[in-house]
C-alpha cells in the first residue's frame, strides 16, 4: 500500500513544483545554477513530505501503541485475557478444531458472572453449541488434553518484555533454520526491494515512444503495487485459516516466478504485456516475507530466542543492496533486462531453498515422533511441564538427543537439562 500511495503522492509532487534538470539534458553550468537556485525542486518536497511524516507517525506510535496485549488500553481486562489466549494458542501450533473449543471454554469462564451481551466472544447459541461439544464424549480427550496443558501455563504475558539470556543468544544464533530462512529471504526479496526504488525507471523503459514523463512513470507504478497488496492480502488471510505458511509462500514465489519470467520473454516493443507482466510479479513479491516472519513467531515460543531470530531474518533487508547492484544505468538502453534474469535465477534458487526447508522440517517431526513413542505419558508430561525427560533409560536415546543438537546430558542416571520452546521433543514444528 505504501508503495501505491507513494507512487500518486510523487505523481502530485513532481505534477507540481519545478524539478531540475539533470543528466545529458543538464544545461551549461551559468543556467543549471539559476534553476538549481529558484525555489524547491520535486525530489526535495518529496523527500520532506515523506520524511516528516514519517518520523511523526513514528513518535506518535511509540507514545500511543501498548506494550503488551495485557497492557492494550483500548481492551477491556476480559479482552486482555482473550488477546493473550489467544496468542498462546497460536504459538501451541494446536489445530483450529481444539482452538476454537479451547478459545470458547475461556470465553464461558470469562463471562460466567456477567451477561452474555457485555462480552463479544461468543455468538447467539454458539456458546450452548460449543458447550454439548466440548462434553461430547469423543472429544473428551482432546478437552481434558488442552485443559492439562493450559493449566500449566505461565501467568506471565507472552507479549511482554521478559529480557534476554545467554541461553536466548547461543540457541538462537547456532540455530541452522534461522541461517537456512534467511538466505531464501534475501534472494525472495530481491524483487519486492528493487521494485520499492526502481520501479518507476523500468515502467519509464517500456517503450521509448511512450516518451514518459517522471510524474507519469510515478503514476504508473502505483496499480503494480495496489496488485501486490491486495494479492498479499488473499495470501495472508488463506495462511492465517489454513494455518499454513510454507505452502502460501511456494505459491507466491511460483507467481513471482511467473511474472518474472513473462517480463524477460516478452518482447520490449510489447509494453502493454510486459506492464501485465509487472503487475504479476508485484502480485509475488511481498508473499514470501511476511509469512517467514509469521512462521519464526509460531515456532518460537521463547520471547528472547524469538526476538533475537526475527532480528536476524531482518537482514533480508540485505536484497537491497544486491538488487542497487543490479539495476544499473548500463542496464537502461536494454529496458534492465539483464537485472530480471538475474533476479529470475535468485528466486529459483529462494523457491528450492524453501522447498528443502519444508523437506527439513517434515524429517524433524518424523524424528521427534519416533523418539517420543518410547516414553511414556508421564514422562511427556513431564517434559512439556519441566523440558527434561530422565536419562537412565537407554544410552540411544541419549543419542538421540545429542543428534539433535538441544541438549547435554547432566549425568546418565538423573535427568536431562531442560529443553525449551521449540527445543523440547514434544514440540511440533508448524508448516
Given amino acids: 500500500m505504501a508503495g501505491a500511495l507513494g ?24 543556467v543549471a545554477s539559476a534553476i538549481q537556485a529558484s525555489g524547491w525542486k520535486s525530489w526535495e518536497v518529496l523527500f520532506l513530505i515523506e520524511g516528516f511524516t514519517t518520523m511523526i507517525v513514528a513518535l ?11 497492557t492494550a488500553w483500548f481492551f477491556r481486562p476480559q479482552e486482555r485475557v482473550w488477546a493473550e489466549q489467544r496468542i498462546r494458542l497460536d504459538r501451541d501450533n494446536v489445530t483450529p478444531t481444539q482452538k476454537r473449543r479451547a478459545s470458547l471454554a475461556l470465553a464461558r469462564s470469562i463471562t460466567e458472572d456477567e451477561d452474555a451481551h457485555a462480552h463479544p466472544f461468543a455468538t447467539e447459541n454458539e456458546g450452548e453449541e460449543a458447550h454439548n461439544q466440548l462434553l461430547a464424549s469423543h472429544d473428551r480427550a482432546d478437552s481434558n488434553a488442552l485443559r492439562r496443558k493450559l493449566s500449566t501455563i505461565s501467568t506471565m504475558s507472552v507479549t511482554a518484555d521478559a529480557g534476554l539470556t545467554r541461553h536466548d543468544i547461543l540457541s538462537a544464533v547456532l540455530n541452522y533454520k534461522i541461517w537456512h530462512l534467511l538466505i531464501c529471504n534475501i534472494l525472495s526479496a530481491i524483487p519486492a526491494t528493487a521494485f520499492g526504488v526502481f520501479l518507476p525507471l523500468v515502467i519509464k523503459q517500456l517503450s521509448p515512444s511512450l516518451n514518459l514523463t517522471p510524474a507519469e512513470s510515478n503514476l504508473l507504478s502505483a496499480p503494480p503495487f495496489a496488485f501486490g497488496a491486495a494479492v498479499l492480502f488473499i495470501f495472508t488471510s488463506w495462511s492465517d485459516k489454513s494455518h499454513q505458511r510454507l505452502v502460501p509462500i511456494f505459491w507466491g514465489l511460483g507467481l513471482l516466478l511467473i511474472g518474472l519470467t513473462m517480463t524477460v520473454m516478452v518482447p520490449i516493443s510489447n509494453y502493454v504485456l510486459r506492464y501485465i507482466a509487472l503487475c504479476i510479479l508485484l502480485s509475488g513479491s511481498y508473499i514470501a516475507s511476511p509469512l517467514t516472519v509469521a512462521w519464526l513467531t509460531n515456532n518460537t515460543p521463547e520471547p528472547g530466542k524469538r526476538a533475537i531470530l526475527l532480528g536476524v531474518n531482518g537482514w533480508g533487508n540485505l536484497a537491497g543492496v544486491f538488487s542497487a547492484l543490479l ?7 536494454t529496458a534492465y533486462v539483464r537485472p530480471f534474469l538475474v533476479t529470475l535465477i535468485c528466486v529459483l534458487a529462494a523457491f528450492v531453498g524453501f522447498i528443502a526447508f519444508w523437506v527439513l522440517l517434515v ?3 518424523k524424528w521427534r515422533e519416533d523418539v517420543v513413542a518410547t516414553w511414556t505419558e508421564e514422562e511427556r508430561e513431564r517434559e512439556e511441564l519441566m523440558g527434561d525427560v530422565p536419562t537412565a533409560m537407554s544410552s540411544a536415546r541419549a543419542g538421540l538427543a ?7 546430558l547432566l549425568a546418565r542416571v538423573g535427568y536431562e537439562e531442560a529443553r525449551r520452546g521449540d527445543e523440547k521433543l514434544t514440540f511440533r514444528y508448524g508448516m
Wanted: aromatic share 14%; no cysteine.
Fill in 327 to 333: 539495476f544499473t544505468p548500463a542496464d537502461e538502453a
Fill in 7 to 30: 507512487g500518486v503522492l510523487s505523481w502530485a509532487v513532481f505534477s507540481h513544483f519545478p524539478k531540475a534538470p539533470s543528466g545529458p539534458q543538464l544545461p551549461p553550468g551559468g
Fill in 60 to 70: 506518535v506510535g511509540f507514545f500511543w501503541l501498548p506494550h503488551s496485549a495485557d
Fill in 363 to 365: 524429517r524433524e517431526n
Fill in 402 to 408: 545429542h543428534r539433535v543438537g538441544l541438549t547435554k
